[in-house]
């Protein structure tokens, strides 16, 4: 089954940061607008920030805008969320997918649990 696959969560003490990688197979990774989204347990997903195909227009929801930024390495057909100051509020399954999320392409998603 074909689907993206999203790395880089993990563990991080408040204040910390991390950056989260997605990939897929190039036919389902070009030309298309990338987005990042997240959910927790008992919660929609909620879509935090787009990118385009070419990676030159970027967009980030207003509520993570000054700590979050989305790239894309098209050669490499990677998407990039590098998320800073984070709080436990950010706790989550992150995943990627096309935006706006019109392909069943979702993959497991990578845990960022932010605890000390």
């Known amino acids: 089954q074909v689907h993206f696959v999203e790395s880089g969560g993990g563990l991080v003490q408040p204040g910390g940061s991390l950056k989260l990688s997605c990939t897929g197979p190039?036919?389902?990774?070009?030309?298309?607008?990338m987005g990042w989204y997240r959910q927790t347990p008992g919660n929609e997903r909620d879509f935090l920030a787009s990118?385009?195909?070419?990676?030159?227009?970027?967009f980030i929801r207003q509520a993570v805008k000054d700590r979050f930024t989305i790239t894309r390495d098209t050669a490499n057909d990677t998407v990039y969320l590098e998320m800073n100051s984070l709080s436990s509020g950010d706790t989550a399954v992150y995943y990627c997918?096309?935006?706006?999320?019109?392909?069943?392409?979702w993959g497991q998603g990578t845990k960022v649990t932010v605890s000390s």
């Open positions: 997918n096309d935006y706006p999320a019109t392909r069943d392409y």
């Open positions: 990118i385009s195909w070419s990676g030159g227009t970027t």
């Open positions: 190039e036919n389902i990774f070009k030309p298309f607008d």
